[in-house]
């Protein structure tokens, strides 16, 4: 017995793709929001084909609700986005569908991500995106089809595009959905983990020491020196100099910040430093190119420009 | 018959990525605004960061975030520079019809 129900997929990979081909923009095309509700019933459609057969599943950490919202919000801003006519309203469609997909993100117990994609992306990016927008724009004011842009109001080969995307939909999940595992149930803990939680904390005493001090486990004037990656119990010098060793609780984890940190600095430091070479990179290059074409001058306005006299 | 339903796989997650992935293409495809091509590509990474989380959250793993702060910083670099790109286009056409630039072809 399939896992997945393809045949359901398929079919809501044709309606969906009905749906978005109508929600294009087209002069003279009444059916746009018609469009986007057959293409959100067949997201729906698709979710409801990925209901796990297992029996006896109990349901996971996450609210069901709260992921079919931020799901239904994320495509629901993604087509209008993408099918409305005016790039400004095109921007902030995209800025909901950000901010639904940090939302996603909190689901998936990735915070840092969520506020760092709502302050990067919607707070810095797309505003850059709004201004050159508005530095850039020809659309007039009035919301009158003949008065848009040709380019803005005509979607360009909407039936090839729209049998392509979904094409290749249809291919992602029919392979991706082959050999199944029986429950991809968001897992609650597993040994990689628990040794990768362990090797963290040891990476970081003074973390430990502050969480034994407000659980007053420390002994007094007592400084941790090795926390011991699998035995979960820290050695604490003493002023005397001995050592002692003290049980680390178990509510002592690891945040998400901390982790990232880790293993950025860790595992990835090379990447980091590139990280901030391929900004200094785009920085010269955004003002480079930005940068109006100068008309040659010759010598005597030169010296005009150093305040020479003359 | 409500219990199944608010069990969230990774399955679901990795649906939901492939479609935000699939309406990005569609849009880059159609649109001729070159402003709104480039937001489209913006979809494409979210759709991509959102199925790197999702592994990750589903491995227990952080790499999967720390692979998104590196995609997070290019995509930031390629935004100024798209945009940097099309300003200076603007100038040259004062259109932002990507049909226009079709000349370059060939």
């Known amino acids: ?310 | 018959m409500m219990e199944p339903i608010s069990l969230i796989t990774l399955n679901h997650y990795l649906l939901l990525s492939a479609v935000l992935f699939v309406l990005g293409l569609i849009g880059f495809l159609t649109r001729r605004n070159l402003i709104i091509m480039f937001l489209c590509t913006e979809l494409m990474f979210q759709a991509a960061g959102l199925a790197m989380i999702a592994f990750g959250a589903y491995h227990l793993n952080p790499q999967g975030q720390v692979f998104l702060v590196f995609v997070l910083t290019v995509a930031a670099a390629e935004a100024a520079l798209a945009l940097a790109l099309v300003v200076a286009l603007y100038r040259r056409k004062n259109t932002l019809d990507a049909e226009e630039w079709s000349e370059l072809q060939g």
């Open chain 1, 1 to 310: 017995m399939p896992l997945v129900n393809m045949t359901i997929l398929y079919a809501a990979c044709v309606v969906g793709a009905v749906g978005v081909f109508l929600a294009l923009p087209r002069r003279g095309s009444r059916l746009a929001l018609l469009g986007s509700i057959i293409a959100g019933g067949a997201l729906g459609a698709a979710f409801l084909a990925l209901v796990p057969r297992a029996v006896g599943a109990e349901s996971g950490d996450v609210p069901g609700f709260m992921f079919y919202t931020m799901a239904f919000i994320a495509t629901g801003g993604a087509i209008r986005m993408i099918t409305h006519p005016r790039p400004v309203y095109a921007a902030l469609y995209f800025i909901l569908v950000v901010i639904a997909t940090a939302g996603l993100f909190l689901l998936l117990a990735a915070e840092f991500m969520a506020f760092a994609l709502v302050i990067v992306y919607a707070g810095a990016i797309l505003v850059t995106y709004l201004f050159v927008i508005m530095l850039a724009h020809e659309t007039p004011d009035e919301e009158d089809w003949s008065v848009l842009t040709e380019y803005d109001a005509n979607a360009r080969e909407p039936l090839a595009a729209c049998i392509a995307g979904f094409v290749l939909l249809a291919t992602l999940l029919g392979v991706g959905y082959r050999g199944l595992a029986p429950d991809a149930a968001p897992p609650t803990s597993s040994l990689a983990a628990i040794e990768r939680e362990h090797e963290d904390l040891a990476l970081m005493p003074m973390k430990v020491q502050r969480a034994l001090a407000d659980a007053d486990l420390l002994p007094e004037g007592g400084t941790v020196v090795v926390v011991d990656p699998v035995g979960q119990s820290a050695m604490i010098e003493l002023e005397t100099g001995a050592l002692q060793a003290v049980e680390i609780p178990d509510s002592l984890r690891v945040e998400n910040v901390e982790s990232i940190g880790l293993s950025l600095f860790n595992e990835f430091p090379v990447s980091l430093e590139l990280a901030g070479v391929i900004l200094f990179m785009a920085m010269l290059g955004a003002v480079v190119l930005a940068r109006k074409p100068r008309s040659p001058s010759p010598a005597g306005s030169t010296a005009e420009a150093l305040g020479e006299p003359g």
